[in-house]
């Protein structure tokens, strides 16, 4: 069988590895430390915003942690994304909230600011003023940030930026993770830069931060003994994990550019291929291409693609399955124009890590256009 070619492997530098050896030479393996805290500003420094960061042990822990501080709670509603990943909605119900999805646009693929301001008048209309917005940029394009941020403002109803897939991506020259009244970052092994798992939150103010740091840390209160007057969570990144992390921050630019790469590569050997098409990006947008993904004319055409690229041990998936198909979240709420139904039928997800060599990305290239040749 020919060696495998993943969809998106963790890729590291060896620059890790002095940051770790530190951490067992100092017998920092806890859940503080130097590289946490380095890890955090260095974080800091690259949004180059006035933010705050902590880092947690996922990104559904800082997406949770944002909910708990926004005060959602049993009972309240919160808008969600639908095309996503469902790490972006389970928080929601772990707060006893109902989440309320929202379709997306073909622009970026996110979501849609008209069916926005739909959902937002019709759950007022019912009586149910939505407590947040959870937005995504998926698969490193930037959401509409001006027109859904301008709705959220609108009703007063706080952003909470699921940035999970979008380190590296910007809009207009700021970056993203810095859009949302709370920001979520992912360093899953999968993710443009991994911690081998991890995550972070990004809060405006340093007094957030440490609140979220103190539930992170099962809401220990200020006291000789083990008191405890709020409900904490085992939520803080460790010292080792965090190294990996200060690591990987010397390659994120590195990790970008080969990712673009990547996804440059496949537009140019496929543009000339009719049955397929590419997310563009639109002016003032720059993702970091996290993974590159392709739309092709049917389901048939795409689950036929797959299957003949799964026979070549390449690994490819379809879009993210859209939440209110999900048979968790069927119950739930949702304001549809079909577009994200769409996108998960005929779109495909190529391998873009950015440790993919020249030869294998050819590989998925030949794979390819043979698929066309005898489909």
């Given at each position: 069988?020919k060696?495998?070619?993943?969809?998106?492997?963790?890729?590291m530098?060896?620059?890790?590895?002095?940051?770790?050896i530190?951490?067992?030479d100092?017998?920092?393996v806890?859940?503080?430390?130097?590289n946490?805290?380095?890890?955090?500003?260095?974080?800091?420094?690259?949004l180059?915003?006035?933010?705050?960061?902590?880092a947690?042990?996922?990104?559904t822990?800082a997406?949770h942690?944002?909910?708990?501080?926004?005060g959602?709670?049993?009972?309240?509603?919160?808008?969600?994304q639908?095309?996503?990943?469902s790490?972006?909605?389970?928080?929601?119900?772990?707060q006893?909230?109902?989440?309320?999805f929202?379709?997306s646009?073909?622009e970026?693929?996110n979501m849609?600011?008209?069916q926005?301001?739909?959902?937002?008048?019709?759950r007022?209309?019912?009586?149910?003023?939505?407590k947040?917005?959870?937005?995504?940029?998926?698969?490193?394009m930037?959401y509409?940030?001006?027109e859904?941020?301008?709705?959220?403002?609108?009703?007063?109803i706080p952003?909470?930026?699921d940035?999970?897939?979008?380190?590296?991506?910007?809009?207009k020259?700021?970056n993203?993770?810095?859009?949302?009244?709370f920001?979520?970052?992912?360093?899953?092994?999968?993710?443009i830069?991994t911690t081998s798992?991890?995550?972070?939150?990004?809060?405006?103010?340093?007094k957030?931060?440490?609140?979220?740091?103190f539930?992170?840390t099962?809401?220990?209160?200020?006291?000789p003994?083990y008191l405890?007057?709020?409900?904490?969570?085992?939520?803080?990144?460790?010292?080792?994990?965090?190294?990996?992390g200060?690591?990987?921050?010397?390659?994120l630019?590195n990790?970008v550019?080969?990712?673009r790469s990547?996804h440059?590569?496949?537009?140019?050997?496929?543009?000339n291929?009719?049955?397929?098409?590419?997310?563009?990006?639109?002016d003032?947008?720059?993702?970091?291409?996290w993974?590159?993904?392709?739309l092709l004319?049917s389901?048939?055409?795409?689950e036929?693609?797959?299957?003949?690229?799964?026979?070549?041990n390449?690994?490819?998936r379809?879009l993210?399955?859209?939440?209110?198909?999900?048979?968790?979240?069927?119950?739930?709420?949702?304001y549809?124009?079909?577009?994200?139904?769409?996108l998960?039928?005929r779109?495909?997800?190529?391998?873009s890590?950015?440790?993919?060599?020249?030869n294998?990305?050819?590989r998925?290239?030949?794979a390819i256009?043979?698929?066309f040749?005898?489909?």
């Amino acid at each position: 069988m020919k060696p495998k070619i993943w969809l998106s492997s963790p890729h590291m530098s060896g620059n890790e590895l002095p940051f770790i050896i530190e951490a067992f030479d100092t017998n920092w393996v806890a859940p503080l430390g130097p590289n946490v805290n380095g890890f955090e500003n260095d974080i800091q420094s690259y949004l180059n915003e006035d933010k705050h960061v902590a880092a947690l042990a996922s990104g559904t822990s800082a997406l949770h942690l944002s909910l708990i501080l926004l005060g959602v709670g049993q009972g309240d509603e919160v808008i969600c994304q639908s095309k996503t990943f469902s790490a972006s909605a389970n928080p929601i119900v772990y707060q006893g909230a109902s989440p309320v999805f929202v379709d997306s646009e073909r622009e970026t693929w996110n979501m849609c600011p008209v069916q926005l301001e739909i959902a937002i008048k019709d759950r007022i209309a019912k009586g149910h003023v939505p407590k947040a917005i959870i937005t995504v940029h998926l698969y490193g394009m930037p959401y509409k940030v001006d027109e859904i941020n301008k709705i959220a403002l609108k009703y007063n109803i706080p952003i909470v930026e699921d940035s999970a897939e979008s380190l590296g991506s910007q809009f207009k020259g700021r970056n993203c993770g810095t859009f949302g009244d709370f920001s979520i970052l992912s360093f899953n092994g999968n993710k443009i830069i991994t911690t081998s798992g991890g995550g972070a939150i990004v809060t405006s103010t340093l007094k957030l931060k440490e609140k979220a740091v103190f539930l992170a840390t099962q809401a220990r209160d200020n006291a000789p003994h083990y008191l405890h007057s709020e409900i904490g969570y085992n939520y803080r990144m460790s010292n080792i994990v965090a190294g990996i992390g200060r690591g990987q921050m010397t390659t994120l630019d590195n990790h970008v550019a080969k990712r673009r790469s990547n996804h440059q590569f496949y537009f140019d050997s496929l543009k000339n291929i009719d049955t397929i098409t590419f997310l563009k990006e639109p002016d003032g947008y720059f993702s970091n291409r996290w993974l590159s993904c392709i739309l092709l004319d049917s389901k048939e055409t795409r689950e036929g693609l797959r299957l003949a690229l799964e026979k070549e041990n390449i690994e490819s998936r379809p879009l993210w399955k859209p939440m209110h198909q999900q048979p968790v979240f069927k119950k739930y709420p949702s304001y549809l124009n079909g577009v994200s139904d769409d996108l998960f039928n005929r779109g495909l997800c190529l391998p873009s890590g950015s440790n993919l060599t020249d030869n294998e990305l050819e590989r998925v290239i030949s794979a390819i256009n043979a698929y066309f040749v005898t489909c």
